[in-house]
């Protein structure tokens, strides 16, 4: 979930992406080496037999003013005890690939595909976009070829005659894996922080709206479309933004969510530390395509010890055969 638009002290470069071509100017970015991050648990070898997705919100792994053990600090990166929770998540649990919100600059990305690495889990392919919000954007890290990536062709929608842009902006990312095609939705939706600039609810509506129009226009060009849509949807199960995503039950266009759940058999994935509120907002979602192949006893919300340092959200582990 997190704020909108936290003021920060950043400078927004260019993205990147070290294997293909993104949709937007690329930079080399200077990383500093990582320290290997302690404690992990070896990564399992890449398995011919599935393919690992992981769905994950890090929580503000940027610059930005943040409150941090009692201070408050103006320009500061994510801290380190965050961020290596962030990685040995990630590491112990070796998906194939990881859809990323709340990443900040190029070089933010790049650094979680360098500590991952370090940690023993290569991702070397990766895309990173966003939308009108210069603060976060999205990221997707791959074992395999990102083979395609595009963009929406409506990303802009009135509200009380006002227009606004889709925010984070809708990643689009085509993975070629085990000879088959995954086309990856990446979203991060408008949060429920209120705004001054407009009512959140419908905010977040008409950018859901955006995200179906995109799906639809996909479908619209190959009805056997392989997707999976995911991301933090800042919704619930059934508002009126996750329907319109989903479209309509039974419909050959519906896109299924995957019902995972944690070692206790809950699936909230996100806490609202300042509300004490737990929800499920974040989601993986397939089309019909794909439903066949989705081993949905295996998946999982990740509730490893180290979670709530990591992020305020928790992963989703899908798995597909």
């Known amino acids: 979930m997190s704020c909108d638009r936290e003021k920060g002290d950043l400078t927004w470069s ?3 992406s070290q294997t293909i071509a993104v949709t937007e100017p690329t930079v080399q970015p200077v990383i500093a080496e990582p320290a290997i991050e302690k404690n992990l648990a070896k990564p399992a070898a890449p398995s011919t037999k599935q393919l690992r997705f992981m769905a994950y919100n890090v929580k503000n792994w940027l610059t930005t003013n943040r409150y941090v053990h009692g201070k408050n600090l103006k320009g500061a990166p994510k801290p380190e005890d ?20 709340e990443i900040g600059e190029a070089s933010d990305l790049a650094e979680i595909q360098e500590r991952l690495k370090a940690a023993g889990l290569h991702l070397p392919h990766l895309h990173y976009t966003g939308g009108s919000d210069a603060v976060r954007r999205l990221g997707l890290l791959s074992r395999y070829p990102i083979t395609s990536t595009a963009k929406p062709a409506v990303v802009d929608y009135t509200l009380e005659g006002k227009t606004y842009a889709i925010n984070r902006g809708i990643l689009d990312a085509t993975v070629t894996a085990r000879g ?22 419908a905010m977040r509506l008409n950018e859901a709206r955006l995200l179906r129009r995109h799906v639809d226009s996909i479908f619209a060009t190959n009805a ?20 319109a995503i989903t479209g309509k039950y039974n419909a050959p266009t519906y896109l299924t969510a995957i019902p995972a759940k944690d070692s206790a058999k809950t699936s909230w994935t996100h806490h609202w530390a300042l509300h004490d509120l737990y929800s499920r907002i974040d989601f993986v979602m397939v089309s019909r395509a794909l439903k066949s192949e989705v081993d949905f006893p295996a998946a999982k919300i990740i509730d490893d010890v180290e979670w709530n340092t990591a992020s305020d959200h928790r992963a989703i582990l899908a798995i597909f055969r």
Do not use: M
């Open 180 to 201: 088959k095609s995954y086309r990856f939705l990446g979203v991060h939706l408008k949060s429920k922080r209120e705004t001054e600039v407009g009512d959140q609810a």
């Open 14 to 16: 260019t993205p990147t």
């Open 82 to 101: 965050e961020k290596a929770a962030v990685i040995a998540l990630i590491a112990r649990h070796s998906p194939d690939i990881v859809g990323l919100c």
């Open 224 to 243: 056997d479309a392989r997707l999976i849509v995911y991301g933090d949807f800042n919704d619930t199960r059934p508002t009126p933004a996750i329907r």
